[in-house]
């Protein structure tokens, strides 16, 4: 397995533990709906962030590049969304965000490289070849 192979891999896992987490931690607090100072549509938007990271982690290891470019996407979108409606949520320093945000760089630091190293589509016979 290449490199990048085994980068895609690792990021892909790094989405399904942020949407694993965030449902934990509704859990574990007790309300699967709360969004305490956020506005009322954040669970909404939570929970649609946790089936694309799903979508994501099948692209990841499936369709390398398209993968790659929602990944792109959903840490932009991800991003914005968190640090304008909901930077603090109830804390003075929120641990989630500042994880969400380093887990967002490493995706964009990656990004280049992992696609011009990864196929299209995965498939047994271009798990050694890479792309261009």
Same mark, same amino acid.
């Given at each position: ?11 892909? *896992? ?5 949407a694993? %987490?965030?449902?934990?931690?509704? $859990? ?17 938007? *939570?929970?649609?962030?946790?089936l694309?990271? =799903? ?23 991800? $991003? ?9 949520f ?6 989630? $965000? ?15 490289? $992992? ?6 589509? =995965?498939?047994?016979? %271009? ?6």
């Amino acid at each position: 397995m290449s490199a990048a192979a085994r980068t895609r891999v690792w990021l892909a *896992w790094g989405f399904v533990f942020g949407a694993v %987490s965030h449902v934990a931690w509704t $859990l574990v607090n007790g309300d699967l709906w709360y969004y305490g100072p956020a506005p009322s549509w954040a669970p909404w938007f *939570w929970y649609g962030i946790c089936l694309v990271d =799903f979508v994501v982690f099948w692209l990841l290891l499936k369709r390398p590049r398209a993968g790659i470019a929602l990944a792109v996407m959903t840490m932009i979108t991800t $991003l914005i969304v968190n640090w304008t409606q909901f930077p603090t949520f109830e804390y003075t320093f929120n641990y989630v $965000l500042i994880g969400l945000t380093v887990f967002g760089v490493i995706v964009f630091a990656l990004a280049p490289w $992992l696609w011009r190293r990864s196929p299209w589509r =995965f498939s047994p016979q %271009s798990s050694a070849h890479t792309a261009g």
